[in-house]
Nanobody
């Protein structure tokens, strides 16, 4: 139906940057709503960045550091992550919001060391 494939994670030092990518495919003709979630050990999955018809929203913890964007022709969603902090360490997933598609991707691990 809808497939979500995240990539771009890795290990970086505090203050570094990463750009995550999400390839959306399947039974969808246009991305209207998409977001980036993250889940750290012992924590609930949280929405950190949202994109809705060009309007973006961010969790307070990442505002000013992360930027979400969408290429609707390529059906790709990006998350530019700057000034990374150790507390950003988590597995990052893309999905719609506030309710998600049933099928999640495998996520991509982001590890930030101090």
């Amino acid at each position: 139906q809808v497939q979500l494939v995240e990539s771009g994670g890795g290990s970086v030092q505090a203050g570094g940057s990463l750009r995550l990518s999400c390839q959306v495919s399947g039974n969808i003709v246009r991305i209207n709503v998409m977001g980036w979630y993250r889940q750290a050990p012992g924590r609930q999955r949280e929405l950190v960045a949202g994109w809705r018809s060009g309007t973006t929203t961010y969790a307070d913890s990442v505002k000013g550091r992360f930027t979400i964007s969408v290429d609707n022709f390529k059906k790709q969603v990006y998350l530019q992550m700057n000034s990374l902090k150790p507390e950003d360490t988590a597995v990052y997933y893309c999905n719609t919001f506030p309710s998600s598609y049933s099928q999640w991707g495998q996520g991509t691990q982001v590890t930030v060391s101090s």
